[in-house]
């Protein structure tokens, strides 16, 4: 075998390798971890009841409602990698727990109890969250979202059946928040996520949603809540959001904490309490 040859076939091995790492790594981003905790509704002294519902594409979500036999509802929305059972859903669950509105917890598609192999990270679950509002919204519901569920929220804020929502830690674009996001999950270099999204695209079977490219489109009331000390979603890229907009809508409101991703409820948790309640009250009552 000539020395030739023998080099085409090691370059051929190492590409194989390293086209298989890209692929590895596009999978896990695709296959969340399955989050489950012990605490429900009931912790907090609120009756319950386990609910499913079938989304557009045939994957069966898995919640809980709470039916206080309120006019209105608040839906409660998870991040990337978590479920309903994590912390700052808990908080919101306890912070609601006295207030008279209905509740909807539920995990979205390939998270916590809900059917699905893999997450396309907020552009299919719109699907889920359409899904719960048919079958259990009110006259009026509110969309409480984090991360990945912020950016549902917003884009559900065209939905007819959705009056208003609070955004914490939305990610704005979702390429840049992917590349940081390959840092600050799996301590690797940003430039493998321009590598290994084409195999994330195809797992996910999507390419995913921009959420700036709503910000001209939304025009019903919004609370966007960012973190100076966000490594995954710049202040700036929520700003711009913001400004842009404001240009078309009276009622978006912007509140930067001095919390990480998804942890201002946990910098000031009654301040948190006060604006975000203000705020769905404002648009409920």
Not at 23 to 48: I, L, N, Q, S
Request: glycine share 6%; aromatic share 12%.
């Amino acid at each position: 075998m000539s020395l030739l040859i023998i080099a085409l076939i090691i370059i051929f091995i190492i590409a194989l390798a390293v086209l298989l790492f890209f692929a590895f790594v596009a999978y896990k981003m695709a296959t969340p971890p399955r989050e489950h905790g012990e605490w429900t509704p009931k912790t907090y002294g609120m009756d319950y009841e386990d609910f499913e519902v079938q989304t557009a594409d045939g994957l069966t979500l898995k919640g809980w409602h709470v039916n206080k036999n309120s006019p209105a509802t608040v839906f409660l929305l998870h991040g990337y990698t978590v479920s309903r059972w994590t912390f700052y859903i808990e908080k919101m669950v306890e912070f609601l727990k006295d207030e008279p509105y209905n509740l909807v917890i539920f995990d979205f598609r390939a998270h916590g109890e809900s059917e699905g192999k893999h997450t396309s990270v907020g552009d299919k679950e719109i699907e889920d969250i359409k899904a719960v509002l048919d079958k259990l919204g009110t006259e009026k519901n509110c969309l409480v979202g984090y991360s990945m569920g912020a950016d549902i929220a917003i884009r559900a804020l065209e939905f007819d059946n959705v009056c208003c929502a609070v955004a914490d830690s939305p990610p704005i674009y979702m390429d840049s928040t992917g590349r940081r996001g390959l840092r600050y999950f799996a301590n690797l270099p940003e430039w493998i996520y321009d590598s290994a999204h084409p195999f994330f695209s195809f797992f996910a079977g999507t390419k995913g949603v921009d959420i700036i490219d709503y910000a001209e489109r939304v025009k019903k009331p919004l609370l966007l809540i960012a973190g100076s000390l966000d490594p995954l979603v710049k202040v700036d890229e929520v700003m711009e959001f913001y400004e842009k907009n404001r240009k078309v809508n009276p009622d978006v409101e912007l509140w930067v904490t001095s919390g990480k991703h998804v942890r201002s409820v946990k910098v000031d948790p009654d301040e948190y309490r006060r604006r975000v309640l203000a705020f769905i009250k404002n648009h409920l009552d």
